[in-house]
T-cell receptor
Framework: AQSVTQLGSHVSVSEGALVLLRCNYS??????LFWYVQYPNQGLQLLLK??????LVKGINGFEAEFKKSETSFHLTKPSAHMSDAAEYFC???????????FGAGTRLTVKP | EAGVAQSPRYKIIEKRQSVAFWCNPI?????LYWYQQILGQGPKLLIQ????????DSQLPKDRFSAERLKGVDSTLKIQPAKLEDSAVYLC??????????????FGEGSWLTVV
């Protein structure tokens, strides 16, 4: 079955610095990949997703991710962190005709002033 | 557009008691999901409905958990009797159709359960 691994349960950056959250996937067939964000006491909100086509995907709030098949990765980046980006980020994977979306364990992003 | 609605938001019960959570998906979404999110972990699928039929309940602890979506819209998730390890956030989600086509899943704010 498909799965994702998020490297680093906690990432801390300074305001204005580059944000890089790592996600590697495992799938025997072409994957669909997602990044969700969860703010305290709230549900998950979709940041961006990759299904087919362009491998560089742009999402909301200035985030983007690049699908790299050769590296089985889908890392999330943002050029300049903002205090409001502090949250938990989840990478997830599914495949065509498979109903079970698998989530990573999450990465907590802290932004220092 | 209204999002996925869940209630109650918070619930504290004693072990061996029962609890029920309600979910109203986004209008027009045929697929409804219940996820369990234990503190410090990612969400785990418990059950998926397509309209009023169950598509996947392989990870639902059927000895204590049950869920229904009788009219293909609202859904309820019940736990009876609750155990301490059931303490978690129960997230309801919906999508226009199954995730197998790369469709986005939209999540509610969750129902936080504490079993003491």
């Amino acid at each position: 079955a498909q799965s994702v691994t998020q490297l680093g349960s906690h990432v801390s950056v300074s305001e204005g610095a580059l944000v890089l959250l790592r996600c590697n996937y495992s799938s025997s067939v072409p994957p669909y990949l997602f990044w969700y964000v969860q703010y305290p006491n709230q549900g998950l909100q979709l940041l961006l997703k990759y299904t087919t086509g362009a491998t560089l995907v742009k999402g909301i709030n200035g985030f983007e991710a690049e699908f790299k098949k050769s590296e089985t990765s889908f890392h999330l980046t943002k050029p300049s962190a903002h205090m409001s980006d502090a949250a938990e980020y989840f990478c997830a994977v599914t495949v065509y005709n498979n109903n079970d979306m698998r989530f990573g364990a999450g990465t907590r992003l802290t932004v220092k002033p | 557009e209204a999002g996925v609605a869940q209630s109650p938001r918070y619930k504290i019960i004693e072990k061996r008691q029962s609890v029920a959570f309600w979910c109203n998906p986004i209008s027009g979404h045929a697929t409804l999901y219940w996820y369990q999110q234990i503190l410090g972990q990612g969400p785990k699928l418990l059950i998926q409905f397509q309209n009023n039929g169950v598509v996947d309940d392989s990870q639902l602890p059927k000895d204590r958990f049950s869920a229904e979506r009788l009219k293909g819209v609202d859904s309820t998730l019940k736990i009876q009797p609750a155990k301490l390890e059931d303490s978690a956030v129960y997230l309801c989600a919906s999508s226009f159709t199954a995730t197998g086509s790369g469709n986005t899943i939209y999540f509610g704010e969750g129902s936080w359960l504490t079993v003491v």
